[in-house]
C-alpha cells in the first residue's frame, strides 16, 4: 500500500460522509458532511471525491480507504460482500481498488439455514474492536444493531436488528406517535420499558400499550419514545442474547446508544464494555493499512 505512515480514512455512510486525515500518526485533517449516498442527488460519488478529499492528495498521492455505503450499488461499485468465517486477514487482503491509491473494504455476509445478512461499514468497526477491546460478542447498536461472533479472532457470523430504524418508523408513521408533543428523555420510563422488553422477547404484543398507556394516563405524552426506546432495546437483547449466550459483550457505537445498551445487559448480568464507534472505525482502518505495509 505504501506511504503507511499518511493515509485518509473515509467512513461514508447513507446520510453522512466523514473523512479522516492522518500524517505520521497524527490526525491532521478532517470533515463531516451531509453528503452520504442517500443524500446526493444529482451529484455522482467521484464528484464528491474530487471536490472534498481529493485536495488533501495533492502534494503527495497517499493511500485512501474507505468504507460504509460506498461500497454498495446504491454508491455505484458494488462491492463484493466476503462469506464469513472471514478472518480480519482474509478482509484486509481483499480492499476493491477504485483508483490508484484507492480502496473500498468489501462488506461481509452470511447464508446459513435459509437467513440471509449483510453488513457495510460494521466490519471496519469490528476489525477495530478486536484490537481495542477483545470479545468474543460484540453489539453495534444503531439503525440496524448488529450482533456478532468472533471466535479466535475470527468473524463466524452476525444478526441484524432492525430496533432503531423500527422506533422511528412507529414513533414517526404510526399511531403510536401521532399527535404528539416535543418528547423527552426520562430515565425512569426508559427503564420501564426496558423491563416489559426483557420480560417480553416478542414483543409485537406489546407496542400498542404504547398508545393505551398514554391514553389511560400511565405514560406522559412527552414520554412515550423513552418507554418505546426500552421496550424495543429489551426485546432485542433478550432474544440475541438467547441465542449468542455471551457472558460479556463489547458495544460500539455512540455514548447515548452504548449506555442504553449496556442497561439492558446490566439487567440480566451481562457485563459489557463500550468502545466509541469512532474509535473502532479509525482502529479498523489503521489495521488494514497496516496490513498492507
Same mark, same amino acid.
Given at each position: 500500500?505504501?506511504?503507511v505512515?499518511s493515509y485518509?480514512a473515509?467512513?461514508?455512510?447513507?446520510?453522512?460522509?466523514?473523512?479522516? !486525515?492522518w500524517?505520521?500518526?497524527?490526525?491532521?485533517?478532517?470533515?463531516?458532511?451531509?453528503l #452520504?449516498?442517500?443524500?446526493?442527488?444529482?451529484?455522482?460519488c467521484d464528484?464528491?471525491?474530487?471536490?472534498?478529499i481529493?485536495?488533501? !492528495?495533492?502534494?503527495?498521492k497517499i493511500p =485512501?480507504?474507505m468504507?460504509?455505503?460506498i461500497?454498495?450499488?446504491a454508491?455505484?461499485y458494488a462491492?463484493?460482500?466476503?462469506p464469513?468465517?472471514v478472518?480480519?486477514?482474509v478482509?484486509? $487482503?481483499?480492499?476493491?481498488?477504485?483508483?490508484?491509491g =484507492?480502496?473500498?473494504?468489501?462488506?461481509l +455476509?452470511?447464508?446459513?439455514?435459509g437467513?440471509c445478512?449483510?453488513?457495510? #461499514?460494521?466490519?471496519?468497526?469490528i476489525?477495530?474492536?478486536?484490537?481495542?477491546?477483545p470479545a468474543d460478542?460484540?453489539?453495534l447498536p444503531?439503525?440496524?444493531? +448488529?450482533w456478532?461472533a468472533v471466535d479466535?479472532g475470527?468473524?463466524?457470523?452476525?444478526d441484524?436488528?432492525?430496533t $432503531?430504524?423500527?422506533?422511528?418508523l412507529?414513533m414517526?408513521?404510526?399511531?403510536i $406517535?401521532?399527535?404528539?408533543p416535543?418528547?423527552?428523555p426520562?430515565?425512569?420510563?426508559?427503564?420501564?420499558?426496558?423491563?416489559? #422488553?426483557?420480560e417480553?422477547?416478542?414483543?409485537?404484543?406489546?407496542?400498542f400499550?404504547a398508545r393505551?398507556?398514554r391514553?389511560l #394516563?400511565?405514560?406522559?405524552?412527552?414520554h412515550?419514545?423513552?418507554?418505546?426506546?426500552g421496550?424495543?432495546? $429489551?426485546?432485542e437483547?433478550?432474544?440475541l442474547?438467547?441465542?449468542?449466550?455471551?457472558r460479556a459483550?463489547?458495544l460500539?457505537a455512540g455514548?447515548?446508544?452504548?449506555?442504553?445498551? !449496556?442497561?439492558?445487559?446490566?439487567?440480566?448480568d451481562v457485563?459489557?464494555?463500550?468502545?466509541a464507534?469512532?474509535?473502532?472505525?479509525?482502529?479498523?482502518i !489503521?489495521?488494514?493499512v497496516?496490513?498492507g505495509?
Amino acid at each position: 500500500m505504501g506511504m503507511v505512515d499518511s493515509y485518509i480514512a473515509v467512513d461514508w455512510g447513507s446520510t453522512h460522509l466523514r473523512a479522516w !486525515r492522518w500524517h505520521h500518526g497524527r490526525c491532521v485533517d478532517a470533515l463531516s458532511l451531509p453528503l #452520504g449516498i442517500g443524500q446526493l442527488g444529482e451529484l455522482r460519488c467521484d464528484e464528491v471525491f474530487d471536490r472534498h478529499i481529493a485536495p488533501w !492528495r495533492r502534494q503527495e498521492k497517499i493511500p =485512501v480507504v474507505m468504507a460504509g455505503m460506498i461500497g454498495s450499488d446504491a454508491g455505484g461499485y458494488a462491492v463484493d460482500y466476503l462469506p464469513c468465517p472471514v478472518s480480519p486477514q482474509v478482509l484486509s $487482503g481483499r480492499l476493491h481498488a477504485l483508483a490508484e491509491g =484507492v480502496w473500498i473494504v468489501p462488506g461481509l +455476509k452470511t447464508e446459513r439455514d435459509g437467513r440471509c445478512n449483510v453488513m457495510r #461499514g460494521e466490519e471496519t468497526q469490528i476489525l477495530g474492536a478486536m484490537r481495542l477491546a477483545p470479545a468474543d460478542c460484540y453489539v453495534l447498536p444503531g439503525t440496524h444493531c +448488529k450482533w456478532v461472533a468472533v471466535d479466535d479472532g475470527v468473524v463466524r457470523g452476525f444478526d441484524t436488528a432492525m430496533t $432503531g430504524e423500527l422506533h422511528h418508523l412507529l414513533m414517526a408513521n404510526s399511531l403510536i $406517535g401521532r399527535g404528539l408533543p416535543p418528547q423527552q428523555p426520562h430515565d425512569e420510563v426508559f427503564a420501564r420499558g426496558l423491563a416489559q #422488553g426483557l420480560e417480553t422477547p416478542s414483543c409485537i404484543e406489546r407496542l400498542f400499550e404504547a398508545r393505551a398507556a398514554r391514553v389511560l #394516563g400511565q405514560l406522559a405524552a412527552q414520554h412515550v419514545a423513552e418507554w418505546l426506546s426500552g421496550l424495543l432495546i $429489551g426485546a432485542e437483547v433478550r432474544a440475541l442474547h438467547q441465542r449468542y449466550r455471551a457472558r460479556a459483550v463489547t458495544l460500539v457505537a455512540g455514548a447515548a446508544l452504548n449506555d442504553r445498551y !449496556r442497561r439492558a445487559f446490566n439487567a440480566i448480568d451481562v457485563a459489557a464494555t463500550t468502545l466509541a464507534g469512532d474509535d473502532a472505525f479509525q482502529q479498523g482502518i !489503521r489495521s488494514i493499512v497496516d496490513a498492507g505495509r
